[in-house]
């Protein structure tokens, strides 16, 4: 059980939640955002002093019943009440990272030849990839291998806007470290990911900053805008799949719309890594 992350998600999740979301009278002004301690206990159906114990990291190990009425009371979100069980050390089953990638899945992306196809761990660390993938990310066979995860690059690589624009660069690096702080929850006793979290937070005020907001949420679908000095913009279709048995491991793939620009510039540059 980690006592002071889980007070600390506590405390982000309580002032994010107003009275009037759950249903209680707003009462004035408040000198503090979100609910106050005693509403979220009396939500939840238990004592304020139990509340307050766990809000300052020196509670006991809360049941999963416990669990499940504090996650109802905090209106949590589905990957937000995992992370919650998680850091109380309820989860069912504690797994751990591999980084051995199944072979059939080393098989589907090399037959994904108009698709940017890649496989990341939980900590982001790109493992496979096919000759696309490459040609958009920019020749990730000749990176070193800190070089190849996802965010020590969307962090401290200078040039990240230029290849994804400054809009939706910001939108990725909230959503991926919201997606790093989960894993953080799943694998607690992890010296890789819990080393590139200690590394990011020494060397990047914007990660340490992001870091600090408990935002929970796993990378699933979304669309991201790239920006190829080859080819131009792409806009594709980032579709994030768990790969089956092995939920350290994701299939990341980028679609475009068969027809599209952007279909036609992922054609292009198939044809242009064919010929170089």
């Known amino acids: 059980m980690n006592r002071k992350e889980l007070a600390e998600f506590l405390r982000s999740r309580r002032a994010r939640v107003g009275p009037r979301d759950v249903g209680l ?29 766990l809000e300052q990291g020196r509670g006991p ?22 992370h919650l069980f998680n850091l109380a050390g309820q989860a069912l089953d504690p797994p751990r990272i591999r980084r051995d990638v199944p072979e059939p899945i080393l098989h589907l992306i090399s037959y994904l030849e108009e698709v940017p196809a890649y496989v990341v761990d939980a900590k ?9 993938a490459s040609a958009v990310m920019g020749d990730l066979a ?33 959503g991926a470290v ?19 979290v200690a590394e990011m937070l020494a060397l990047s005020p914007e990660f340490a900053q992001v870091w600090a907001r408990h935002e929970v949420q796993m990378r699933r679908e979304h669309v991201k805008r790239l920006v190829h000095p080859a080819v131009g913009e792409i806009v594709t279709n980032c579709q994030v799949l768990a790969v089956p048995d092995r939920e350290d491991l994701r299939l990341v793939l980028y679609t475009a719309e068969p027809g599209s620009a952007s279909h036609r510039a ?11």
């Open 25 to 53: 009278p707003d009462g004035g002004r408040r000198r503090t955002p979100g609910l106050r301690r005693q509403e979220v206990a009396q939500l939840a159906g238990m004592s304020i002093d139990y509340y307050i114990r």
């Open 61 to 82: 190990h809360p049941s999963r019943q416990v669990l499940g009425a504090m996650a109802r009371a905090l209106m949590l979100t589905q990957d937000e009440r995992t």
């Open 178 to 196: 919201a997606d790093l702080r989960a894993a953080a929850g799943r694998y607690p006793d992890d010296p890789e990911l819990r080393a590139l």
């Open 124 to 132: 982001y660390e790109i493992l496979a990839w096919n000759p696309l």
């Open 142 to 174: 000749a990176r070193a291998p800190g070089d190849l995860n996802v965010i020590r690059w969307i962090y401290r690589s200078p040039d990240i806007g230029e290849f994804l624009g400054d809009e939706d660069r910001g939108r990725f690096a909230r």
């Open 266 to 276: 992922l054609r292009e540059l198939r044809q242009l890594t064919l010929s170089s």
